[in-house]
């Protein structure tokens, strides 16, 4: 799996008392040191184990292994991390608005990860590790988007320094990449692929997760606001902006459809590279992740150049080149350069059709209507999106890459990555016919009356 890709809301939250009265020049320094490290810290422990846990499975497929999976589980597997991006975020935040305090619960949802992971790497049925996987991301999931939270509640409304904080994030997955597919195999003088397959990755993001868990306890306290979030206000909205705004409606499917092939790359990446025996997978993977943060800092200059409808348009064509090279790509000779273009361009997939998309229904959308348009958007991609993006991998996995009855499956990976170039493909029609490929204005210069 890759790195979580649920923004934070970018609605500016109610500040914490200690912040109150703060301005940009007064954020204290080692505040912002402090909320940069947990965001590290909490992006360690998925990067561990789920960019790896593809192999582990595979390498316990069938005849192979323990036998514990059958043909399609790498695709199955992933509809638990879709589940996770659709209800729990919004339950876990309504209760730390409304009861609980906010490094409160975070501790309490990492201590809850540490201990599904043990019993994960215990499991002995596809079942239960299915029925784990799914109850271990109904709190990491929410643990992510309430560090995005705890930051910008103590960041005085100053959301110019969210940025740096959320990219400390992203080197806290690079740097678990690198722990579990270099440090790791060099310290213990084994081969990647052997620590890659086993449930050692599980089991040091155990001992992550409670590290996370301790330091949460440090951070700045931030009490509950006290006011309970109202269910029903929230989908009255979400229905008014579905009736009455079918450039939202568009914009909403075009994204689901861009972000279903998605899962192409996140749940088999690993194993790819694992079976065309390219050593240090996780490591070689987190070049995608290092590339996101140029993104990143080059996507407002983007934006102003080209306007958001064209930056989207490119995270698509980025999709379909980036099938194209893995499906033709080896691990010797120049069909390696076509794996290193495949890995690399996964900053441009993400920062250009996740984080684009976000900005642009957060500007696009009026104030009364930007959390709901937020929320629709997350719900259609992370969560639907992936959903269906995970069905259709697993599907494709029993038919391309485990068949029934091989003792040795043959993976025919052309067939499988060009399937998801074929998607991105569909994708990118679809947005030609509902949205166009006509320049949008800027975020800032939208008219009144094409708001959402």
């Not at 590290?211 to 008014?240: E, F, M, N």
């Not at 690399?344 to 229904?361: A, D």
Request: hydrophobic fraction near 50%; include cysteine.
């Amino acid at each position: 799996m890759s790195e979580p890709v649920s923004p934070p809301p970018v609605v500016d939250p109610p500040l914490s008392p200690a912040a109150e009265s703060a301005t940009a020049s007064e954020i204290d320094f080692w505040l912002l040191v402090r909320l940069s490290s947990v965001m590290f810290l909490q992006f360690v422990p998925p990067g561990l184990w789920t960019v790896t846990l593809s192999s582990y499975i595979g390498a316990n497929t069938g005849t192979e292994g323990s036998g514990m999976f059958d043909s399609s589980f790498v695709g199955i597997a992933g509809i638990s991390g879709a589940i996770g991006a659709l209800v729990s975020p919004l339950l876990f935040g309504a209760l730390a608005d409304s009861w609980f305090r906010t490094e409160r619960m975070i501790a309490l949802m990492n201590l809850t990860c540490a201990g599904l992971l043990a019993l994960l790497c215990s499991a002995n049925s596809q079942g239960w590790f299915l029925v784990v996987m799914i109850a271990y991301y109904q709190f990491s999931v929410p643990a992510i988007t309430l560090n995005y939270s705890i930051a910008l509640r103590h960041l005085a409304g100053q959301r110019q320094y969210f940025p740096a904080i959320r990219v400390s994030g992203t080197v806290g997955w690079i740097v678990a990449m690198w722990i579990v597919g270099s440090i790791i195999p060099w310290w213990w003088q084994q081969s990647s692929e052997s620590v890659e397959t086993s449930t050692w990755p599980m089991k040091f993001a155990i001992v992550a997760h409670l590290i996370v868990a301790l330091y949460a306890l440090t951070l700045p306290k931030t009490p509950p606001l006290g006011t309970a979030t109202s269910w029903r206000r929230l989908l009255d909205g979400c229905l008014q902006l579905l009736s009455g705004h079918p450039r939202l409606v568009r914009f909403l499917l075009v994204s689901f459809c861009a972000t279903v092939p998605a899962q192409f790359y996140n749940l088999f990446a690993n194993l790819y590279l694992n079976k065309l025996q390219i050593p240090h997978a996780a490591t070689k993977l987190s070049g995608g992740q290092v590339v996101e943060i140029f993104c990143m800092l080059a996507l407002p200059m983007l934006l102003y150049r080209w306007g958001p409808k064209r930056v989207f348009v490119i995270g698509i064509l980025a999709w379909i080149v980036r099938y194209v090279s893995l499906a033709f790509g080896d691990a010797s000779g120049w069909p390696m350069l076509l794996v290193w273009i495949g890995i690399l361009l996964h900053g441009v997939c993400y920062v250009f059709v996740y984080i684009t998309g976000f900005i642009y229904v957060d500007h696009a959308a009026t104030p009364q209507t930007q959390s709901a348009a937020q929320g629709l958007l997350a719900l259609v991609t992370t969560g639907l999106g992936h959903l269906v993006g995970a069905l259709v991998t697993g599907w494709l996995q029993a038919r391309y890459l485990t068949p029934p009855g091989s003792v040795v499956p043959p993976y025919d990976w052309q067939a499988f990555f060009l399937t998801g170039a074929f998607g991105s493909l569909l994708s990118l029609g679809l947005f030609w016919l509902l949205m166009g490929f006509k320049r949008e204005v800027l975020p800032g210069e939208i008219e009144p009356d094409e708001a959402v």
